[in-house]
Structure formats: C-alpha cells, structure tokens
C-alpha cells in the first residue's frame, strides 16, 4: 500500500497553479510522492497514514535552485576573493580548489544542500566544473540521494588553460576527449528522464572562457543525443562580453547560438549583459536564464535586465551561485535580492513579491525542463515547504503572509517535503546530522586552505 500524507489547516497554501490560487485555510493530500488532492481543508480527505498540522504556516511549492557550485561552501569570505570582480575573483581562487578531493566534495555538498533545503528549496541544480585529485560528479549526486533532495547533477569542465589563452591555471583543467568520456558515463549510470526524477544529469562546460568552441559544440551533441539538458555561464559581466568578441567576434548570445547553445533544453547562468537581441534570441528559442542577483552584486557584474526577459517569455528561475560569490546561499533571501536588485535597477513596480516567487517555483521549473515541479496541484510531485509565521520576521506582516515570505527577513523552513518524505521535521534536518557535517566541513575547509597556503598552521 503506498503511503499517504495529509497537510491540513495551512493559513495559506500558495499553489502556483493556472489560476495562481492562494488557498486560505488549505489543505494537500499526498499518496506516495504525488500530489492527489488541494483545497479547503474542510473538502479534502480528514486523515492519512501521515498528517501535518499546517495551523499558522504559509505552504508554498518547494523552491528551485537552478545555479550553484557547491563545493564553494569551503571557501567562503576568502580574504584576497573578498572585493574583487568576477576574472580577479576567479585567479585567486583557482590555486585553492586545485587542492579539492573526492571527500571535500561530498561533505561541501551536504552543507550546501542543508542550507539550502531549511530555506526552503527542494530541487537543485549543481555545476561542478573543477575535478582535481580523485573528485568525481559521483560525490556529489552521493551527497544528494543522502539527503533526499531532488537534484540536477551538471558535470561542468574546463579545458582551456591560461597557455591557450584561457583564464584557469593549466593544472586545473582536463582532456576534452575524457570530459566527453566521463559526462556520458555519468548519464548512463544516474540519468533518470522519467517524472518525479530524483536524479538527473546536465551537459555543462564550464564557460566560454574555460572551453574551446570545440568543446562546447560536441557537448551540445551528446547532451542531444541523450535528451538530457544543458547548462553553462553566459554574458557575466563586461569582461566576459570582451572576452567573447576579442576571442569569438561575437556577443555570447551569438555564441550561444552559434554552438548550438540555445533551445528549451539550455539555461544559461546570469546574463547580465545579455544585450535586447539575445533577449529576443533567448525568447523565440526557449532558452533559460539562471538569474543570481546576490552573486551578481557580491561581484559588481551589473543588473541582469530580468523584467525585460519575463516579459519578452524567455523562461527564468532564481540560482543562489556558488557560496564564493554568495556566501550566504538562502533561497528565499535570493527571491527577496531578485524582487530588490529589479527595483533598483527599473523601479518599485520591476518586480512584486509574488513574482519573485514565481520565479523560485514555476520559473526554475521551466528552466530545468520540468513539468512535475514548481506548483502545488495534483499530478505534481509532493515538494511542498512550510514556513511558520509566528517568528519575529514576520511580527506585523500577517495581513499578506505570502509577500511577507519575500518582503521580511528570509526564514527557514519549519517542514520540507521532498518527493512525498519528510525531510525537515520542527525545523530540523531528519536525514543528516548537521552538526557532524557542519564539523566534518570546517576541518575540510580548514585543511584546504592549510593546503594552499591561504591560512598558517596554528
Ligand atoms: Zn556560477
């Protein structure tokens, strides 16, 4: 018998659905790891093997992360990464993850996915594009079927050093015929495309100033003659487009294209110098947007132009980046950035609370090529988060709980639901034990800075 689970009593369960209905005293009825039923509490189903009491929660779509490198959560608030921009930032840190092992992979990415699944995110993606030493893709999708998120492996790659005109160091980059090799091993062995996926694997060249155009064209290929998705860095920031028309003689949108990097099977981290013909390009095509706003202002890389994207129909979902240009990797806080970083840039009506929300569910679902994720109806998959509202964030706020998720301090999830399980219970991890990760990653941190020289022994 397969099991089945009852949310019931919810202030509000925001459903993301195709009327975007917000349901006052909601309820959610799950059989297995698919959602069966919402509604008025009064109208679903009184119990089931498993039921929550959602009195004085807002109960929202699980959140999707849709850009992330994992791994940075040990190297944090690195003093000489700490003011520069995105190329000065890079070659500092280069040397230091050269030092990265197999066991610094997988613990960073149980820390990473902690925070992120206690503040509120249920799906993920991750570019791992740095495999020094015995680091392997596998590390990471290890570290997420742990935990029991719901995760989006990209296998990224470098494989222009500096001695061709690249940015990373030589030692840190790879063989194209090996990256080739190995992301195909790694689509055969955990790609699973079927719906409710746990696990999928994404085709990921790191960026166009790390690979060759070669590179990038045969991972197009592969990734198409597997249907898997493909992901890489586009359009960063003014150094990235002189890169692209010093190197290329093309904007990266042009590049993009000319790769064969556009389609509703590419998302493309940033674009915040996306200029209005790839905006249009991105639009006719399909291809998405990981939008980062706090990475972009930690870097000083501009305003990504994402009113002008949603508007235009080009698909955009939110991405925390890596915790070495976010070091604080929230994902309701990055919601928060998004509707705050819009308003800077194009006004106080760039971007509403629910918008931002949108992009956090529906937005990064559609960036990842999914349909079973992002909304709170039946059919979907049972990711469904819970916030509680008598915390000192929201004292004030209970008259709109939903933009007051996005408006007021960002909170952590008092329950997360992840493929029908519980995955936190009274605001706590029940899959891990986060205080010995949390132990076990600082060491790691430490030891890898001892490694580089970034840090004296004591
Ligand atoms: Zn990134």
Redesign the pocket.
């Known amino acids: 018998m397969t099991k089945t689970l009852l949310i019931k009593n919810a202030r509000v369960v925001v459903t993301m659905d195709d009327q975007r209905r917000e349901i006052n005293d909601g309820a959610i009825y799950v059989r297995g790891n698919v959602i069966e039923q919402v509604g008025p509490t009064a109208e679903l189903p009184q119990t089931a093997d498993e039921v929550i009491d959602a009195t004085g929660h807002v109960v929202t779509p699980g959140l999707v992360n849709t850009?992330h490198?994992m791994y940075q959560s040990l190297t944090r608030v690195i003093p000489a990464a700490q003011n520069g921009e995105l190329f000065n930032w890079l070659t500092n840190l280069y040397p230091i993850w050269a030092n990265l092992n197999s066991e610094m992979v997988h613990v960073s990415t149980l820390t990473a996915m902690s925070e992120l699944i206690l503040s509120g995110c249920t799906t993920s993606s991750d570019?791992l594009y740095i495999y020094p030493n015995d680091c392997k893709l596998d590390d990471s999708i290890e570290a997420a079927s742990k935990i029991g998120m719901r995760f989006h492996a990209a296998r990224g790659a470098m494989s222009v050093g500096q001695s061709k005109g690249g940015l990373p160091p030589d030692r840190v980059v790879e063989d194209e015929k090996a990256i080739l090799k190995d992301t195909q091993r790694l689509i055969e062995t955990y790609h699973d495309a079927g719906r409710h996926a746990m696990q999928r694997v994404v085709v990921a060249p790191c960026s166009p100033f790390s690979v060759s155009q070669d590179l990038m064209k045969e991972a197009a290929l592969l990734a198409r003659s597997y249907g898997v998705s493909m992901h890489t860095?586009l359009a960063e920031n003014v150094n990235d487009i002189a890169y692209s028309r010093e190197k290329f003689n093309m904007t990266p949108a042009e590049y993009a294209e000319d790769c064969g990097w556009v389609g509703h099977d590419v998302w493309h981290?940033h674009c915040v110098q996306l200029d209005d013909d790839g905006v249009y390009m991105f639009a006719k095509t399909g291809t998405g947007v990981a939008h980062?706003p706090c990475?972009n202002m930690r870097l000083a890389s501009g305003i990504a132009p994402v009113r002008k994207m949603v508007d235009a129909g080009v698909p955009v979902g939110l991405g925390v980046?890596?915790c070495a240009s976010n070091d604080g990797a929230h994902m309701l806080g990055e919601a928060r950035q998004a509707m705050l970083l819009q308003r800077v840039g194009f006004g106080p009506d760039a971007m509403t609370a629910r918008q931002a929300l949108e992009l956090a569910t529906l937005g990064g679902a559609k960036v990842l090529n999914r349909d079973d994720i992002g909304a709170i109806k039946p059919g979907m998959s049972a990711d469904i988060v819970m916030f509680k509202l008598d915390q000192i964030a929201f004292a004030g706020a209970l008259h709109d709980p939903v933009a007051a998720l996005v408006f007021c301090t960002p909170s952590n999830v008092n329950y997360s639901v992840i493929n029908g399980k519980i995955v936190v219970k009274d605001g706590l991890l029940q899959t891990i034990d986060l205080p010995l990760v949390i132990e076990r990653h600082n060491q790691l941190a430490s030891d890898l800075a001892l490694a580089t020289g970034t840090r004296k022994a004591a």
């Open positions: 850009h490198h570019h860095h981290a980062c990475s980046d890596g």
